[in-house]
Each structure stands twice: as structure tokens, then as C-alpha cells.
């Protein structure tokens, strides 16, 4: 039994998977700390729908107007989640870019985004070390000037293509 299990571990351990071929290569020679993307969208009442029928997240403060009335807030609020989403797309659109893989984040929502709002996602490289990325990302309600999501993503850098 035991040797059945050594030879299971080490056929696994020479069958590289997938992942190893990110850390083949120095990935972050293309990028700099500070370089930086900003983009901007409306977060509609649409998308929060089509958020809450994808995941099940059906907490009234996102969906029942009359319910969000009621509230502190006295409106619908968009999933932070779909916040988390918008920066993980810019991730692998921009910076980075295609290929990327996010392997942490640490995030914080100090205010919250309404739907039709449009959000302004900047983020900034802050370190790179052999194949990893961390970046400072900040989402902004445009029309109010508040930060609706601040923190820190780490990324796995792609090969480079070709």
C-alpha cells in the first residue's frame, strides 16, 4: 500500500502540471513597478441582476427596490463581488493581461456602488517578484469621488507569448 502511494507521488511530482509553466520564465522583465491601468464602466442594474441569478446571491438590498428603500442606504447596492470581478477582468485585459492568474486578494469596501453608477478601477503595479505581481487596485464611483473597493491583488504572470 505505502509503495503504491510513493509511486502515485512520484509520478505526480514529475508530471508537472499546468502552473510550472508560468514559473519557467521571468515573466516580470515586461512590467515595471508603477506601471499603472485605469478603466472605466456603468455597473447597471442589469448586471446585478444577471450577478444575482448566476450565483444565487438574492439578498434583497441588491434586488428589491421597496426592500432597499427601507434601508441606511435607501437604495439598491451592487454585489461587491461583481466589484471583484470588474478589477479581475482589468487584470486579465490589461495589466497583466491575458494569461494571468489571480492567487490572492485582500480587499476592503469602504463605501458601497449603486446601480448605474459608473466605476473608475485603477490599478498600479506596487512589486514583482520572479513570477508574481502584486498591485494596489481602488474602485471609485465616478460621479461621487468615493472609493467603493481598495486593497491588494496578487497575480502569477504568464509566459511570455511566443
Do not use: W
Amino acid at each position: 500500500m505505502a509503495s503504491s502511494i510513493v509511486k502515485i507521488l512520484i509520478s505526480r511530482r514529475n508530471n508537472f502540471p499546468p502552473i510550472a509553466r508560468y514559473l519557467t520564465d521571468n515573466s516580470s522583465t515586461r512590467f515595471k513597478v508603477g506601471d499603472e491601468v485605469k478603466v472605466r464602466r456603468f455597473v447597471t442594474v442589469e448586471d446585478v441582476n444577471t450577478f444575482a441569478q448566476l450565483t444565487g446571491d438574492t439578498n434583497p438590498i441588491h434586488l428589491d427596490e421597496h426592500f432597499a428603500k427601507k434601508t441606511e442606504l435607501g437604495q439598491l447596492v451592487v454585489h461587491g463581488v461583481i466589484l471583484n470581478g470588474i478589477v479581475s477582468a482589468v487584470h486579465g485585459t490589461n495589466l497583466p493581461g491575458p494569461g494571468c492568474m489571480v492567487v490572492s486578494q485582500s480587499l476592503k469596501y469602504p463605501a458601497p456602488l449603486f446601480p448605474g453608477e459608473e466605476v473608475l478601477t485603477h490599478i498600479q503595479v506596487t512589486r514583482l517578484r520572479h513570477a508574481i505581481m502584486s498591485c494596489d487596485v481602488t474602485c471609485t464611483a465616478v460621479h461621487r469621488g468615493k472609493v467603493v473597493l481598495c486593497g491588494e491583488t496578487k497575480l502569477l504572470l504568464p509566459k511570455k507569448p511566443g
